[in-house]
């Protein structure tokens, strides 16, 4: 991942427009990114799951995890590491920050 000094912030959105323990697709340049608010932090992960192409931020999140609703698997939100599924798959991750209620996601 990029050092925070190297990365390029973008405004997604306004942090009241995300679900309580809930994603929003966001995307930036090509990527598609799930941005996360959860338990009071904030998380992006690439949207596709490696499994099966299913897109992550329409499962549910629960206990740091995002569930793929295509097969069951689940992803560390902070990590990107597969949590339940097949071992050794990740998705790619960003840093999230929020800046005078703006959502920005580090690229």
């Not at 902070?78 to 991750?93: D, F, H, I, L, P």
């Amino acid at each position: 991942m990029n050092q925070p000094d190297d990365l390029r912030w973008t405004p997604v959105g306004q942090a009241a427009e995300w679900p309580a323990d809930g994603g929003k697709l966001v995307t930036v340049g090509a990527r598609r990114i799930g941005v996360y608010h959860h338990a009071g932090a904030w998380y992006a992960l690439k949207d596709i799951c490696p499994h099966a192409g299913v897109s992550l931020v329409r499962g549910p999140v629960a206990d740091g995890t995002v569930m793929c609703i295509g097969h069951g698997w689940t992803f560390s939100l902070a990590s990107g590491e597969v949590v339940r599924g097949s071992n050794g798959y990740k998705v790619a991750t960003w840093p999230v920050r929020v800046t005078d209620g703006t959502v920005e996601v580090g690229v």
